[in-house]
């Protein structure tokens, strides 16, 4: 509740400022959300699969900076090659609903330009890749601490993962919104 309200604080916040960002948090927290629970579904499998819940599966970190190295790149893990696809997927998702948007958007004549610049679709899509991989690391902890307390991770996990994904995809968008608009894109702001 706490993490959905202070998600919502800073959009409510930020709104009153740029009218365009309404248009990009519900895809970047629906891309952000939908790919990490994929994540924590395919690592709670994995568990099963390997390990009696409760337990430290052969695989897992021993300790806590390996979860960095692990979710990525760890032979050990078994869903690591995965992890690598969804935040490779992130890319072309956030450029294909941009484009989406857009197009909307000029469609209904409500089109801010200041959002077709190239560094406006730099920001946004650096900002979204960030929110997945930051996602995709707390998915890793977070599963496998929820095993060892004996937890059913699918259960557990995506409802606090997607709430954690609202709240840094909405931080995110407003910081790159911010960014640019004092980097000197005065057309971001609402008039």
Not at 68 to 83: C, D, I, M, Q, R
Not at 110 to 124: G, K
Request: one cysteine or more.
């Amino acid at each position: 509740m706490i993490i959905s309200s202070t998600g919502g604080f800073i959009m409510g916040y930020a709104i009153s400022y740029f009218d365009d960002i309404a248009a990009f948090q519900p895809v970047i927290n629906g891309v952000g959300g939908n790919l990490v629970a994929i994540y924590a579904s395919r690592l709670s499998t994995a568990l099963h699969r390997t390990s009696e819940q409760g337990s430290v599966p052969f695989w897992a970190p021993k300790k806590w900076f390996q979860y960095l190295l692990h979710t990525f790149s760890g032979k050990a893990n078994p869903e690591s090659k995965t992890a690598v696809i969804l935040a490779v997927m992130a890319v072309p998702g956030h450029l294909l609903f941009y484009f989406v948007i857009t197009r909307v958007k000029i469609y209904n004549n409500t089109m801010n330009l200041a959002t077709m610049t190239p560094s406006f679709i730099v920001f946004y899509t650096s900002v979204a890749i960030l929110q997945v991989v930051l996602l995709l690391l707390i998915c890793y902890w977070l599963v496998h601490l929820t095993w060892r307390k004996n937890m059913n991770p699918d259960n557990v996990c995506i409802p606090y993962l997607t709430a954690i994904g609202d709240l840094l995809g909405t931080a995110f968008l407003a910081v790159c919104f911010y960014a640019l608009y004092f980097a000197g894109e005065e057309r971001l702001k609402t008039s």
